[in-house]
């Protein structure tokens, strides 16, 4: 069974940095787009950044120039690092990977990222 899983997520100081990885394992992940999504309590799933299987990354406005995503197809691998985390950026963070342009097929457990003092 295709299966994603996140790590890297915990509790971190406001100004601090994260990073986050997505092991897959029975998928080939350089076949899909690897996005990155979040969700804060009370509020719906977003997308945060996707890289696309041709290396182009996008994000959303809210953490541009704050989060890199990247990919190591070698270690079939996706992450999202993660600086100048805010308050705001606390939500469990999934990854998912799906073909380009479609919604994803496999999505991770979720990983609790808490930026607090």
């Known amino acids: 069974q295709a299966q994603l899983v996140e790590s890297g997520g915990g509790l971190v100081q406001p100004g601090g940095s994260l990073t986050l990885s997505c092991a897959a394992s029975?998928?080939?992940?350089?076949?899909?787009?690897i996005d990155w999504y979040r969700q804060a309590p009370g509020k719906e799933r977003e997308l945060v950044a996707t890289i696309t299987n041709a290396d182009s990354p996008n994000y959303a406005d809210a953490v541009r120039g704050r989060f890199t995503i990247s990919r190591d197809n070698a270690k079939n691998a996706g992450f999202l690092q993660m600086t100048n985390l805010e308050p705001k950026d606390t939500a469990v963070y999934y990854c998912a990977a799906g073909p380009s342009g479609s919604h994803p097929l496999y999505w991770g457990q979720g990983t609790q990222v808490t930026v607090s003092s």
């Open positions: 029975k998928i080939t992940l350089s076949w899909y787009d």
